[in-house]
């Protein structure tokens, strides 16, 4: 899987941007505020039509202007793909494929496949449980359609409901809908619950040895699913999870209007990460926590790489410079194969990069060194 090239217009800081990309390692060197992270947000954003940083796609256009515009070149599943996302500030974003536009972001899954590390991601594991939901949907919808529908649709329930909730004392005929709602939530929440623990599963297999062998052994990674407390196996296909669901809501119905508050269902959900047996989120150091999430990061690629024969490009962002030389020679020894995008900043040493190619970067225009 590589990206082969990209196009930006008026995407952040680049009124314009054209390149051409290594398939191996492409090193990208400038000072701060030059774009070298907005590059990389771009590239991601191509693959599953979300944004690290931005909650709404007219942040990411440029200031003064109405519309941005990407396009990738892509070489994924032994043929060439066209990628194009046009943002509009007053509109829905248009996204296309070889030319075809596509309905949902859950049809990019699989064309692009990216994991991205940034210095943000250190609250992965210091924020609350959002932190960790966001981390698992990122992944699962770009390997999974359906989950990726399924979570569109119980976002857009969870709004609907939350409004129902907020409003139903001065509207009471709203709560007519209310059983409705909770049906067509427990039947995609239960959709969510059942990819998210087969996800973790995968993750418990892989994780823990990429953090064992990062810290040199001195260190055990724990991760634990967490969701609603009557589903009593996450991985039981969504038919078995439903009633589990509906029983949940019925218990809570009552709180929930008193509280005015949606509190039944897995937008609540939990991945618990320890160290040495400890919650990491109260007890890890801040290089206890930099390796617990480059090694949840590296499993993903690998989880990845398993489900498609193919590495997903690898984004990392002003990392190495955070490491020791032992932990950067352990980033870089699983780097050796897949595309890679590194940034740094000039003065920046990475000796012992595999080969590919060197860019300098400088007010959102890109040069080859």
């Not at 996450?234 to 589990?244: C, F, G, K």
């Amino acid at each position: 899987m590589q990206l082969k090239a990209i196009e930006l217009d008026f995407f952040r800081n680049y009124p314009h941007l054209d390149a051409a990309f290594s398939p191996s390692v492409n090193v990208i060197c400038g000072e701060n505020a030059q774009g070298k992270t907005n590059l990389l947000e771009a590239v991601a954003y191509l693959s599953s039509a979300r944004s690290h940083r931005a909650r709404y796609d007219r942040e990411l256009i440029q200031f003064g202007v109405d519309n941005a515009f990407l396009k990738g070149e892509i070489f994924s599943r032994s043929r060439d793909f066209t990628l194009e996302m046009r943002l509009h500030r007053g509109s829905r974003r248009q996204m296309f494929s070889n030319g075809v536009g596509l309905k949902s972001a859950g049809e990019l899954s699989g064309i692009l496949n990216t994991v991205l590390f940034c210095p943000e991601d250190l609250n992965l594991i210091r924020e609350g449980a959002a932190a960790r939901r966001r981390f698992l949907d990122d992944i699962i919808c770009q390997m999974r359609p359906k989950y990726a529908a399924a979570l569109g649709e119980y976002k857009r329930l969870y709004e609907h409901k939350t409004r129902i909730l907020r409003d139903w004392e001065e509207n009471p005929s709203l709560l007519e809908t209310l059983d409705d709602f909770n049906l067509r939530m427990a039947q995609t929440g239960s959709i969510l619950i059942h990819y998210r623990a087969h996800f973790i599963r995968r993750l418990c297999q892989e994780a823990p040895a990429i953090h064992k062998s990062f810290s040199g052994g001195r260190e055990e990674l724990g991760l634990a699913y967490e969701t609603v407390k009557t589903v009593t196996d996450p991985q039981a296909s969504p038919r078995q999870l439903l009633p589990q669901l509906l029983e949940h809501q019925e218990s809570h119905r009552q709180a929930e209007l008193d509280a005015r508050q949606c509190l039944s269902g897995p937008h609540k959900d939990e991945l618990a990460v320890l160290v040495n047996g400890a919650p990491a989120k109260q007890f890890a150091s801040q290089g206890q926590t930099r390796t617990a999430v480059l090694s949840l990061k590296l499993a993903c690629r690998e989880i990845l790489y398993q489900d498609s024969g193919e590495y997903p490009v690898l984004l990392l962002d002003d990392v190495l410079s955070e490491l020791d030389p032992r932990r950067q020679e352990f980033v870089l020894h699983r780097i050796d194969q897949g595309q890679v995008f590194i940034t740094c900043c000039e003065d920046d040493r990475l000796s012992g990069l595999p080969d590919g190619a060197a860019f300098r970067l400088r007010e959102g225009r890109l040069v080859s060194l």
